[in-house]
């Protein structure tokens, strides 16, 4: 755990906050080394059934790594690839997870913190939200594994013209490009969609949720074809569990089903 992220659970939401508003809520090595932690507790946690990412402050949501470190911690070969490593980690654990991810995204939203709002499910911006890729404005390698996560979701026309120009984003651009699912007017109103769809979804089936984000994750695989058998397995989980029979009785008592996960 850091002071500077935070991870606050209610009502079935967890909700992990970037809180380096003095960096605009960049990155640095401790807090990409217990982001794991902070993952695994959301992921292994019953009573948790959605994930909202956000930044502190009004200026960002998340700026990347922290540069002010690179001198130290990240000015050689070796040194690049232990501190990869440990983005590489967050990545997987992020990407990995059976739980819907909702990313309330305000200010600006950069590098690494761009690729962490990719990989959510879903993305509720500000008009105020600033997306882009400035490695070509620092001297960084942009990643293949990054180029993936950008080309996943803009398509490689976009994802080349995001990473070849350095260049920001943002209002209806965000749509066009399929960087967000909705623009809203300010942070209170995005905070505030969020919020609702991720009370929503807390609401849902989580074994339901949970096929779902599997299949979206073998469909977008990219080490291998996709693994329908895993697939299948979390879809015969729903067919056996007592929450596909609540809902059927929910349905026919025309009242709201009460889920528990199993």
């Excluded at 990409?32 to 019953?46: C, I, K, S, T, Y």
């Excluded at 059976?98 to 911006?125: F, N, Q, T, Y």
């Excluded at 398509?155 to 070849?164: C, K």
């Excluded at 067919?239 to 009242?255: K, L, Q, V």
Aim: charged share 25%.
């Amino acid at each position: 755990m850091t002071a500077l992220l935070r991870l606050e659970v209610a009502d079935g939401v967890a909700r992990l906050v970037f809180d380096n508003p003095r960096r605009l809520n960049a990155i640095n090595a401790e807090m990409w080394q217990a982001l794991p932690g902070l993952l695994g507790r959301v992921a292994e946690d019953p009573a948790i059934r959605v994930l909202i990412l956000s930044g502190e402050g009004d200026r960002a949501f998340c700026t990347g790594n922290d540069v002010s470190e690179f001198e130290t911690i990240r000015a050689t070969p070796e040194a690049a690839a232990r501190y990869n490593a440990w983005q590489h980690e967050v990545g997987e654990r992020l990407r990995g997870l059976e739980k819907p991810v909702i990313a309330a995204v305000h200010g600006h939203c950069l590098g690494a913190g761009l690729e962490m709002a990719l990989m959510s499910d879903i993305r509720i911006c500000s008009a105020q939200a600033s997306m882009g890729v400035p490695a070509v404005k620092l001297g960084l390698p942009y990643r293949l594994e990054d180029i993936e996560t950008v080309a996943a979701v803009t398509g490689p026309a976009r994802a080349r013209e995001m990473v070849l120009l350095g260049r920001s984003y943002s209002g209806d651009a965000l749509l066009a490009m399929g960087l967000a699912n909705r623009v809203l007017p300010d942070r209170a109103s995005a905070m505030s969609a969020a919020e609702a769809l991720a009370r929503e979804m807390a609401g849902l089936a989580p074994l339901s949720l949970a096929a779902a984000k599997i299949g979206f994750q073998e469909l977008m695989r990219r080490d291998g074809p996709s693994d329908r058998a895993r697939a299948q397995a979390a879809a015969d989980r729903c067919y056996a569990s007592e929450d596909y029979a609540e809902g059927r009785r929910a349905r026919a008592e025309r009242r709201p089903p009460r889920f528990l996960g199993r």
